[in-house]
DNA sequence: ACCTGAACACCGTTCAAGT
DNA sequence: ACCTGAACACCGTTCAAGT
């Protein structure tokens, strides 16, 4: 009788299964993540899963809990605003340790106890900063996606497949052809052009997070501090 | 010999597939849009889709530039502000139109040409405003997804599947239960809570929508009229 | 030039059965 | 209580063939 090979298999739980798929995801990517092949992953046949998790749906929600509590809980020495960005920056680490949670995030409705958590606590800050409940209510749509440490890209590389291998004279031939067609985006791209040589120098993801973050932090500063109000709105 | 009964077929095109694509996306959801779905609605075999696009990507990246080509062009007469203002409201009003678009516009890196024209009009705008290349790089990034009309809902319902239909009793139970473990949630989320009957108001989107765009047009502004630099970016 | 039919390698999920 | 195996109703896409 053949002996059997695969490593003894540990007793698959809610908990074992969600690592394993956050871990998955990290490596091949959400497109690629099935419940079969975390399955395959796990040393386990497909239908294991499901004594586990419901279903694929609730595994997605089991995935963002995951995640959503490695994002560090407030600092209450700080200040509101340096508290909230801190919070925000480290929500962003956590975006860029897992590229696919992005999408994931977007996707659903996350009414998770986890989420709700860490909503709850975003809350806290401002409403301890002195902003009115009324205030805070808009300055937490108006942070939106940010609040997960977003970063809003003009052409996101990450969110589409794969780009191919970088081929510099193709590169450059686009970009030339493009400064007909498109001068302002050019123009804008901190694209340096010397002679004929064409250098994109991309742009710095954090200072553009960070300004764009920033630009709304003072914001809601502001507006604190003239005592908005939402009563002066126009009427629909 | 049976009468074949099928209305007579136009004979496909590129167009007529792209304008079905986004129909059928408007009416069944984008998560039930197959190319095999997408066949049976013009009365076709599936691959014969494959004539005229070239797999499913590139239907969705067809898709997204029939709907932002119905975004109006920029208002000329307009200043910056109230131009780039109006036009990010009629690509909000596309959005409202057809709800996929959102992610679908997110899941890409849409490089297309129709999408590119409508970054360089936007770009156009701001420096035809008195904004350097500089800080309309960073502004545009900063405007980020709001640019193509993406409300940052808290709890987005049109991100998640079907809600089910309101149990006002459940509900209220689910309100209360939600008061002592998320009393910030609960405060800013417009509940009014009378004896024992509570009622959620719900968001004003366009309202939220436009005091985040006010916001940040206000910040640009003030960035613009300082002279704002980024030269004087802390080094990394 | 355009459309078809059969097939391949995948999905998520059900059901009834094993231990 | 947990895992398995076979099956169902779907996918996107290929290839070779029809008209």
Redesign the pocket.
């Known amino acids: 009788m053949a002996q059997v090979l695969v490593a003894p298999?540990?007793?698959?739980?809610r908990d074992r299964v969600l690592q394993a798929a956050v871990q998955l995801a990290d490596r091949i990517g959400i497109d690629?993540?099935?419940?079969?092949?975390?399955?395959e992953e796990l040393?386990?046949?497909?239908?294991?899963?499901?004594?586990?998790?419901?279903?694929?749906?609730?595994?997605l929600d089991g995935m963002v809990d995951v995640i959503v509590a490695e994002i560090d809980p407030p600092n209450g020495d700080l200040g509101w605003k340096a508290a909230v960005r801190l919070r925000v920056l480290s929500a962003r680490q956590m975006l860029l340790r897992h590229p696919w949670a992005r999408s994931v995030l977007e996707s659903r409705t996350r009414e998770t106890p986890t989420v709700l958590d860490y909503m709850e606590s975003t809350i806290g800050m401002f409403l301890a900063g002195g902003f009115s409940a009324d205030l805070t209510h808009h300055v937490m749509h108006a942070l939106g996606s940010r609040m997960w440490g977003f970063t809003q890209e003009l052409f996101d590389a990450s969110a589409g497949p794969d780009r191919p291998p970088v081929d510099i004279a193709a590169q450059v031939a686009q970009l030339q052809a493009m400064a007909e067609r498109y001068p302002h985006i050019l123009q804008i791209s901190e694209v340096a052009t010397h002679d004929d040589s064409v250098v994109a120098r991309g742009c710095d993801d954090r200072f553009e997070f960070e300004f764009a973050l920033d630009l709304l932090l003072d914001g809601f500063e502001r507006l604190r501090d003239a005592g908005w109000s939402s009563d002066a709105r126009p009427t629909a």
Chains 1, 2 share one sequence.
């Open positions: 298999r540990l007793r698959l739980n690629a993540l099935s419940m079969r092949r975390l399955a040393g386990v046949v497909p239908m294991a899963l499901y004594k586990h998790v419901a279903n694929k749906d609730e595994l």
